[in-house]
Structures are given as structure tokens and as C-alpha cells.
């Protein structure tokens, strides 16, 4: 009696616990096989490509709710969402361009000259080209160039010292300068103008990179002079020899201050014997400078000789640069050879038509 009582009751029991869980499983969703006891909540998901219906334990057959899915609370799957396959991965997008800060190179700056001696204080190309070097100074230099001079080397300054202040942000303009350096294009005769014109070309490839762009501009200090001002060459006619009172010409390139300055201010030594009055030019073109020299007497002969001009602190010198013979007449004592320097009489200075 008392086992079959015992069995009633395990029975009761089981077949309590079954009936819970049908309910749970096929109730109205409103139970989760995850929780037991009083504490059942209603848990929402999103979609699932990957749903399976819940079957029934005791139920050979799976029930499946009308929508297909696990409960009636989670919505439908959208009808490109198929069940069992895998959704596209989203769309792989590039990242929004962004404005980014980049760091601008300064274009190269004028050269240095050397400097010119400027001796006469008088604004002169050579001279403003050496004020310009100071990128700093350009609207002070501008200031003194002439507005309405057609001279080559006035307006390839005048249009760099106003590309140095508009690329600097300091007023000027772009406007004309593109024709200047048009127009220039092979006209600059001088070491310190084609230099001007180089850096002139370099601010307009800047400009045409970066049409808004400015930057600050800088001296090169380092870097090679536009001049290699020297003695190219003396012509003592067909042998290289001269006399005592016979005219040289002594030919300088690369001038890099104004040539009229050298006859008022400079010298000429001929083998170490400073010559009497100031050099007289024969020809000049461009940065090229052509001086007439009478040879003076030495104390021997014949005498290669070394020939030396001076201006300002810079003194310029051509070795073994002719001969000097004896004289076919030996000068009476006390009467000096030659022509002195100053008083040489020569007619208007002709312009080399080699150019330089």
C-alpha cells in the first residue's frame, strides 16, 4: 500500500513537471527555456539568419510558430534575408578626405653678389640687387628702383622685389609679373641680373603649385656668388709681348658693381707697379668691362708680368699675363715712358656687339 502510494505520487509529480514545460514551449512566448521558477521575462532579438523552430519534447513533430520563427515577438526576417544563408558583409567605405596641413618649401633666394663697393652711394642695379638679398627689405628696395625704366636690369628687380612681397604676404601681386619674365627671357646681360631672373622664375613655379601659398623667404648664404668676377684675358697683340708706353686691353667678366664706378675709384697694377690715374674703359657689354692699359717702364727686361686690378677691398689678378720687352729707345733720364694712365684720350666707349 505504501509503495503504490509512493508511485502515485512520483507519478503526480512527473507528470506535473511535463505539463510546465509544454506550457513553456508552446504557450504564448511569454516563458524562455533559459529560466525557471517565478523570474520568466520576455527577451527581444533582432533577426537571425540562423533561427530554428523550437520543437515540443514530447511532440515527435516540430511546432513551428506561424511567422517561422522562435517567438512571436521577434520580428520578421527581411525577404532578402533568406534562412540558413549568410547576409553580405556592409559595404567597405573610404575615409572622408580630410584638408591636411602641409608644410610649403621656400624657393631659393637670390645668390650672393658679392657685394658691390658702391662707392658713389647712387642706387644702381648691382647695388639694389645687394639690398634685395635681405628678403626682408624688399618693399625698402623697391622704393628706390625706377618705375618707368625700360632697362633690362631695372625690371627684372622691380619685378622680383614685388613677387618677394606677395609671395611673403606683404602686398605686390601676381598679375604682371609672368609677362616681365616673358619679355626678359634672354635680355639680362649681367652675372647679378640673370641671377635675379632665375630666382623671379623660381617664385612663379611656386605661385603656379600653389596659387594661395606664402611663405617666409630666407637668405642663402651658403651658396655660390652669381659673379665670378676675374681677368679673362689681356691682348698684347699676336705675340704676347709689349713695350713700355704700348696700350693693352685688359678685359674684366662677371662685374658685379657698376662699371662706372671702377675709373673713379679703382686701380691697375702691371708686374707689381701701380699705374698712374685711374683705368680708362675702351668697351663695355653687359657684366663685360673692357680697360685700355699703357705698360709702364720697368727695371728689367723682358719681364713676364702679372696684372692686377683693384676696387674696393676686392683686388682681381691674372698671372704671367704678357711679356714686356725692352723699349726700341731707351727714354733720356728723367723723362718718364708712356702715356700716364689718366691722361689717355680716348673717343666714345662702343658697345661690343659680341655681347657678353
Known sequence: ?????????????????????????????????????????????????????????????????????????????????????????????????????????????????????????????????????????????????????????????????????????????????????????????????????????????FHRQHPGGTVRLTASPGTAPACAYRIAGVDAGGAGTAQPGDTVAVELRDTYFDQAELPRFGSVSIGGRQLAGPPVPRSRSGDRLVLAVVVPSLDRYPQTVDVAVRYGGTEVRLKNAFTVTAPAVLPSPGVPSGTPQGVLTLGPLPVDPSGP
Open 1 to 205: 500500500m505504501a509503495i503504490s502510494l509512493g508511485m502515485r505520487i512520483s507519478g503526480l509529480l512527473v507528470a506535473g513537471a511535463v505539463a510546465v514545460a509544454y506550457a513553456a514551449f508552446t504557450g504564448d512566448g511569454s516563458g524562455t527555456p533559459d529560466r525557471g521558477g517565478g523570474d520568466a521575462r520576455i527577451v527581444t532579438v533582432g533577426p537571425s539568419q540562423s533561427a530554428r523552430p523550437f520543437a515540443a519534447p514530447a511532440s515527435p513533430t516540430p511546432r513551428q510558430s506561424p511567422a517561422g520563427e522562435a517567438s512571436a515577438t521577434v520580428p520578421s526576417t527581411p525577404a532578402s534575408h533568406t534562412r540558413g544563408t549568410t547576409a553580405p558583409p556592409p559595404p567597405r567605405t573610404s575615409p572622408t578626405p580630410t584638408a591636411v596641413n602641409r608644410l610649403l618649401v621656400s624657393p631659393n633666394w637670390l645668390p650672393p653678389g658679392p657685394v658691390s663697393p658702391d662707392a658713389d652711394s647712387v642706387p644702381d642695379p648691382p647695388s639694389v640687387y645687394d639690398r634685395l638679398r635681405d628678403p626682408h627689405r624688399c618693399g625698402a628696395a623697391l622704393d628706390v628702383i625706377p618705375v618707368a625704366s625700360a632697362d633690362p636690369e631695372w625690371r627684372v628687380l622691380r619685378a622680383l622685389a614685388t613677387a618677394c612681397l606677395t609671395v611673403q604676404g606683404r602686398g605686390g601681386g601676381w598679375n604682371t609679373l609672368g609677362k616681365d619674365h616673358a619679355d626678359l627671357a634672354g635680355k639680362l646681360g649681367t652675372c647679378k641680373g640673370r641671377a635675379a631672373y632665375a630666382v623671379l622664375g623660381g617664385l612663379l613655379d
